[in-house]
Each structure stands twice: as structure tokens, then as C-alpha cells.
Nanobody, 126 residues
Framework: EVQLVESGGGLVQAGGSLRLSCATS????????IAWFRQAPGKEREEIFC???????ISMESVKGRFTVSRDTTKNTVYLQMNGLKPEDTAVYYC????????????????????WGQGTQVTVSS
């Protein structure tokens, strides 16, 4: 059974940092693309980063220089390090996974992802 479990969300003051984790199981980690998304109230789900076993693509201009993503193949986990948080970063953060390829490529749209985690809430106070 494929599972993605996000953790690490919470309430933080503007300028603070959080590290989110997306722990995966039930599929071959290196074969799948895994992406981070966020969805603010009343808005569509937006992609932040997409990762493969060798590449990372950033999809969201507003987080450049503040957010980074890393992928730990020993733990089958993808991390989202968020620094310099702003109130506008407040959202539910999700990870998604999909089998695209081989080789794995970040070429699909959010609604095309096959698997999703339950999300973790990030709230940034001003």
C-alpha cells in the first residue's frame, strides 16, 4: 500500500523556520517523482517543488531563496526546509507522488499526481 505521511507543520512567527517531512512507503522511492504543494484557503493547490532521484525543479517563484527541498533515499523521505516564513506562506502543505517515466520526470500537473498525503498545516503569524 502506497503511503505518504507529512509532518512538521505548526504555528510560527514571521521570519521563522520549519522543516516538513514527507515519509513514503509502498513504492520504489527512486522510480517516482515526489512533489511538495500547498493550498491556502479558497485557493487552488499549487506546486512548490518537484523532485526525482537526481533533480529538483522549483515551481514557485515566491519561495526562491527561502525554501529548499532534499530527498533522503535511506529513509524514503523528502524534506521541505522553509526559512524566512511569511504570513502569505500560511497553507496546508501536501506531498504527492507519481510514477512518470522511466526515467522519472517532473512533467505532470498537480491533478495528475496519483498519491497524496493527508497534509500538514503551516500557520505563519505576523
Amino acid at each position: 500500500e502506497v503511503q505518504l505521511v507529512e509532518s512538521g507543520g505548526g504555528l510560527v512567527q514571521a521570519g521563522g523556520s520549519l522543516r516538513l517531512s514527507c515519509a513514503t512507503s509502498g513504492f520504489d522511492f527512486d522510480d517516482y517523482i515526489i512533489a511538495w504543494f500547498r493550498q491556502a484557503p479558497g485557493k487552488e493547490r499549487e506546486e512548490i517543488f518537484c523532485t526525482t532521484y537526481k533533480d529538483t525543479e522549483i515551481s514557485m517563484e515566491s519561495v526562491k531563496g527561502r525554501f529548499t527541498v532534499s530527498r533522503d533515499t535511506t529513509k524514503n523521505t523528502v524534506y521541505l526546509q522553509m526559512n524566512g516564513l511569511k504570513p502569505e506562506d500560511t497553507a496546508v502543505y501536501y506531498c504527492g507522488a507519481s510514477l512518470v517515466g522511466p526515467p522519472p520526470q517532473c512533467v505532470i500537473r498537480p491533478h495528475q499526481y496519483d498519491y497524496w498525503g493527508q497534509g500538514t498545516q503551516v500557520t505563519v503569524s505576523s
